[in-house]
């Protein structure tokens, strides 16, 4: 698998795991008993514009022609996840098919990469599941089923777990000094001097700081877009209730601090 250059549309996790030696580190601590796996053997198989418009944190890795391996990585725990990962899934094989030339109306049995999927969480919550099912988010039983395996990266010493240190050291300095260049740098910073991912970012510090200065750029944004817009309705629901409040007797300077009350509360929603 050759070296992976940096997007912009890269997380720190779609970037650490693109990279072909910890791709397999990764992968050995999923499954620790195939040592005999090399880089050469683990493709990168992750599809853009899948999922989301915002953040790409999902990762996709076949491994050889036996396994295919999608995972997500998530701070906010959504109850959605295993119905994108089918639908990443379902994407995923149509790319597989369409790449090996296999058809799926003859009458021979076709072989393709058994799926394992996963949920890589970084957040707070503490009661996390283990797995999650797509029949958890439908009533009755179904046809279909779908598990995702939730890994919380309690090991430090492992790939993961050191994904998941590093993440819980961004937040605090995201906390402490905001979604700025200080907070990148900090994390950076920390990081090193506590021996996480030292390998990754002694060789790519600068991809890594770039990428989280554009993802916090990109969060900034979409912070002013959803304030705006959250402004903008309720101005025009007051717009709409100004002649009610005219009717119950409501002079100006009553419907004016009114406004601005409301005009508060929307800058009060984070």
Do not use: W
């Not at 491994?63 to 994108?84: G, H, N, W, Y």
């Amino acid at each position: 698998m050759p070296e992976i250059k940096r997007t912009i549309k890269d997380s720190v996790f779609t970037y650490l795991f693109s990279q072909p030696e910890y791709a397999r580190e990764l992968y050995l601590n999923l499954h620790p008993e195939d040592q005999d796996v090399t880089e050469a053997d683990i493709k990168l198989v992750t599809l853009e514009n899948v999922l989301t418009t915002g953040q790409y944190n999902d990762l996709g890795l076949q491994v050889r022609d036996k396994l295919i391996l999608l995972m997500e990585a998530q701070s906010t725990f959504s109850p959605s996840i295993p119905l994108r990962l089918l639908m990443y899934l379902a994407d995923t094989y149509r790319e597989y098919v369409l790449r090996e030339k296999i058809s799926l109306y003859s009458d021979k049995k076709i072989t393709i990469p058994r799926p394992e999927l996963y949920v890589v969480y970084t957040g707070e919550r503490k009661n996390a599941p283990n797995v999650m099912r797509l029949s958890d988010l439908y009533e009755g039983a179904g046809n279909a089923e779908v598990e995702v395996k939730v890994l919380c990266g309690e090991n430090s010493q492992q790939i993961l777990g050191q994904y998941v240190e590093f993440c819980k050291i961004s937040n605090e300095q995201v906390s402490l000094h905001g979604k700025t260049e200080t907070a990148a740098s900090e994390t950076i910073r920390i990081c090193l001097e506590q021996k996480v991912l030292v390998p990754f970012l002694n060789e790519r510090q600068k991809e890594v700081h770039d990428i989280m200065r554009t993802l916090f750029d990109q969060e900034t944004i979409l912070e002013i877009e959803r304030y705006n817009l959250r402004q903008e309705v309720r101005l025009e629901e007051f717009a709409r209730n100004v002649h009610s409040m005219r009717k119950a007797g409501l002079d100006d300077a009553e419907i004016a601090s009114l406004l601005e009350k409301e005009l508060a509360d929307v800058r009060a929603v984070k």
